[in-house]
């Protein structure tokens, strides 16, 4: 069965910093891109990073550019999202998803199976 579960979510002051985690199981990472995606409240789901699976190639939204750093573990069969100088914008619940090899843009439909995700908070 395929599965992903994100974690590492929570609660940090502006400026701060988390690290989000997104596990695999049911296939094989290596073989597969993932997506973070992220949806505020009253606002629609916006895609955050990608990382493809075929050359490691990265991708970023203007909003999050040099600030979130996207890598994948596939020994680990774990993707993560590293994310710093966080602002109470970035507030949102986080969700990983995945399609086969290669990113897809923001495309939501392009990417198959999703996480429940996980609530990020930033505020002082």
């Known amino acids: 069965q395929v599965q992903l579960v994100e974690s590492g979510g929570g609660l940090v002051q502006p400026g701060g910093s988390l690290r989000l985690s997104c596990a695999a199981s049911g296939f094989t990472l290596n073989y597969y891109a993932i997506g973070w995606f992220r949806q505020a409240p009253g606002k629609e789901r916006e895609g955050v990073s990608c990382i493809s699976s075929s050359d490691g190639s990265t991708y970023y939204a203007d909003s999050v550019k040099g600030r979130f750093t996207i890598s994948r573990d596939n020994a680990e069969n774990t993707v993560y999202l590293q994310m710093n100088s966080l602002k109470p914008e970035d507030t949102a619940v986080y969700y990983c998803?995945?399609?086969?090899?290669?990113?897809?843009?923001?495309?939501?439909?392009?990417?198959?199976?999703w996480g429940q995700g996980t609530q990020v908070t930033v505020s002082s």
């Open positions: 998803a995945t399609r086969y090899r290669r990113c897809a843009g923001w495309d939501q439909n392009q990417y198959k199976y």
